[in-house]
């Protein structure tokens, strides 16, 4: 098992950065991909992005590509997403999951487990 922790959300104007992080406390955190996920108000949770065991593999929704980067540190257990040129739309709760082993997936079924998530919300 392994819990998840985000942190780094917050209050930013349009084309600025953020940086979320999340840390992992448990097993084998080096076992699991890891991927980001946000939900705004009134929507389905999407997928972000995502990252496959030790970094070398990662997947982002077209919707970010380009602006937003998820990358890994298996020695601090931590998984961290980059987004720059920020816009309205990235508004939403911000989670952490993950899937153990396996290939990097989109769907929220197909994680295991889930952090409490972080608020983004960029200002127009």
């Known amino acids: 098992q392994v819990q998840l922790v985000e942190s780094g959300g917050g209050l930013v104007q349009t084309g600025g950065s953020l940086r979320l992080s999340c840390a992992a406390s448990?097993?084998?955190?080096?076992?699991?991909?890891m991927g980001w996920f946000r939900q705004a108000p009134g929507k389905e949770r999407e997928f972000v992005a995502a990252?496959?065991?030790?970094?070398?593999?990662?997947l982002h929704a077209d919707s970010v590509k380009g602006r937003f980067t998820i990358s890994r540190d298996n020695v601090k257990n931590t998984v961290t997403l980059q987004m720059n040129s920020l816009k309205p739309e990235d508004t939403a709760v911000y989670y952490c999951?993950?899937?153990?082993?396996?290939?990097?997936?989109?769907?929220?079924?197909?994680?295991?487990?889930w952090g409490q998530g972080t608020q983004v919300t960029v200002a127009s």
């Open positions: 448990g097993r084998a955190f080096s076992s699991y991909v």
């Open positions: 999951a993950a899937r153990f082993v396996g290939t990097l997936r989109s769907r929220p079924d197909d994680y295991d487990y």
């Open positions: 990252v496959n065991w030790n970094g070398g593999a990662t």
